[in-house]
């Protein structure tokens, strides 16, 4: 079988995207999908992204982790896939699509997307974390000199440790400023460090604003692979209208055989 595949990244954060619109990728192959985001025998990205047809919006969203299996929301994936839709004439400057955990609104600016988020209802504070769900689980804790923090060791024994089997996402966090803050993510699926994670960033600007590590409603985040925004207005004690914006790029297209 030969594919036609996109490679896209927002932030660092790269998937393969297909246009799956005629249905005839074999969806249940998670073989073919870890093969093909294995960065030595395949393609190589943290995740793969099928565009479908949707009978409600402009398109669907269905996401697989690195390790073939489908996953929950992905933030800079839905942006990318955004993108991808734009390039493909299928959107303008404005749309609406379904992820797994609902429909999402975004807007296209040249190489900027800015996708709103599902409302966050409550967010768990710990005395040394914080928990929440942005569409995936993501927990959020506090660090010093992050940039020399052992991601891979730390996250891996929080994320089966604390967690379990079933997981969450790692986000540790260190304080730039009162609006600012350095983000560094363990993502389950990939089961590594990435560059960037935009359910996690999202989770993160909560998460501080729910601390009172933050009072601004708009919190800029630098992550290894660029920067990301993350706007919200707080409701009920949780919070609405969140908008995740930041880059999504196209890489590059071709053909694998698989």
């Known amino acids: 079988m030969k594919l036609q595949f996109f490679k896209y990244q927002g932030t660092g954060n790269d998937f393969v995207i297909l246009d799956n619109r005629e249905g005839k990728f074999p969806k249940t192959n998670t073989q073919l999908v870890a093969h093909l985001c294995d960065r030595r025998f395949g393609i190589g ?3 793969l992204i099928l565009l479908e047809n949707d009978d409600t919006a402009d398109f669907k969203m269905v996401y697989y982790n690195a390790d073939g299996e489908e996953g929950t929301m992905c933030g800079n994936g839905g942006r990318c896939l955004v993108a991808f839709a734009h ?3 299928i959107v303008d400057r404005e749309t609406t699509f379904n992820a797994v955990d609902g429909l999402h609104y975004a807007e296209v600016e040249g190489d900027t997307v800015n996708l709103k988020m599902v409302d966050v209802e409550e967010v768990h504070e710990k005395p040394a974390y914080s928990f929440l769900d942005t569409g995936s689980p ?16 730390e996250g891996k024994k929080l994320r089966y440790g ?28 990939v089961e590594d460090e990435t ?38 207005e707080q409701h009920n ?10 880059p999504a790029k196209q890489v590059y297209q071709g053909e694998i055989e698989c």
Do not use: P, W
Not at 138 to 153: G, N, P
Not at 183 to 189: A, I, L, P, S, W
Not at 195 to 207: D, E, K, W, Y
Not at 237 to 246: D, S, V
């Open 237 to 246: 004690g949780g919070y609405t209208n969140i908008f995740l914006k930041g």
């Open 138 to 153: 993501h927990h959020v804790q506090l660090v010093k000199d992050l940039s020399h923090f052992d991601v891979h060791k």
């Open 87 to 89: 390039f493909l004439g």
């Open 45 to 47: 990205a943290d995740g």
């Open 195 to 232: 560059f960037s994670c935009g359910t996690g960033v999202t989770a993160v600007a909560l998460a501080m604003h729910t601390a009172g590590k933050t009072k601004a409603n708009q919190v800029y985040i630098h992550t290894l692979g660029g920067d990301l925004s993350i706007s919200f």
């Open 162 to 189: 604390l967690y379990g089997q079933a997981g969450s996402n790692i986000n540790f966090v260190e304080q730039e400023d009162s609006e600012t803050f350095q983000v560094r993510t363990y993502e389950r699926g």
